[in-house]
T-cell receptor
Framework: QQPVQSPQAVILREGEDAVINCSSS?????VHWYRQKHGEAPVFLMI?????EQKGHEKISASFNEKKQQSSLYLTASQLSYSGTYFC???????????FGKGTRLHILP | NAGVTQTPKFRVLKTGQSMTLLCAQD?????MYWYRQDPGMGLRLIHY???????AKGEVPDGYNVSRLKKQNFLLGLESAAPSQTSVYFC????????FGSGTRLTVV
């Protein structure tokens, strides 16, 4: 049950905000968020555990609504360095393996 | 601290040839994973290991084998490569979040 990410792609100008959504059809224990730049490996951004918490640092944050089995990643006042593909990964329980979504491509224009 | 190291970075194989991809981590993580990444498909789990001497199948295990003889190493083998195995392969280990290696770009012709 691969999580569904939306939108598939988004183009922004520097300084604008973006929201990337991740939805699952099954109950979730946690959600991970990763960013991958072209030709590089995915890099861990944050993990959210069930409980509806919102985490983040500086201008990148995320929320997790376990009742709706959804997570959202918020990028505020986007910078050129935010460009890349963002993946959410979901786990059904603590010992589960991450199932990744297909990704959201984010392109920031100067 | 190197994190997760994958070798080789690039490889071209002929159909039917075999090869082994090596993943090494120096973070003392128990869990290790092999993913493949294809355009528009995201990251798909091939095999994983929850500790030394253990392996298990992921979403797309056919055509691959793995071994975890030492805690720090996780090997991915292709016994008879096929063009459908052309992909970018990532190894990862999990602590707080997953740490990925830099990837292996494999082309099977």
């Amino acid at each position: 049950q691969q999580p569904v990410q939306s939108p598939q792609a988004v183009i922004l100008r520097e300084g604008e905000d973006a929201v990337i959504n991740c939805s699952s059809s099954k109950a979730l224990y946690s959600v991970h968020w990763y960013r991958q730049k072209h030709g590089e490996a995915p890099v861990f951004l944050m993990i959210l555990l069930k409980g509806g918490e919102q985490k983040g640092h500086e201008k990148i944050s995320a929320s997790f609504n376990e009742k709706k089995q959804q997570s959202s990643l918020y990028l505020t006042a986007s910078q050129l360095s935010y460009s890349g593909t963002y993946f959410c990964g979901t786990l059904g329980n603590r010992d589960d393996k991450i199932i990744f979504g297909k990704g959201t491509r984010l392109h920031i224009l100067p | 601290n190197a994190g997760v190291t994958q070798t080789p970075k690039f490889r071209v194989l002929k159909t039917g040839q075999s090869m082994t991809l090596l993943c090494a981590q120096d973070m003392n993580h128990e869990y290790m994973y092999w993913y493949r990444q294809d355009p528009g498909m995201g990251l798909r789990l091939i095999h994983y290991s929850v500790g030394e001497g253990t392996t298990a199948k992921g979403e797309v295990p056919d055509g691959y084998n793995v071994s975890r003889l030492k805690k720090q190493n996780f090997l991915l083998g292709l016994e008879s490569a096929a063009p459908s195995q052309t992909s970018v392969y990532f190894c990862a280990s999990s602590g707080h979040g997953y740490t990925f290696g830099s990837g292996t770009r494999l082309t099977v012709v």
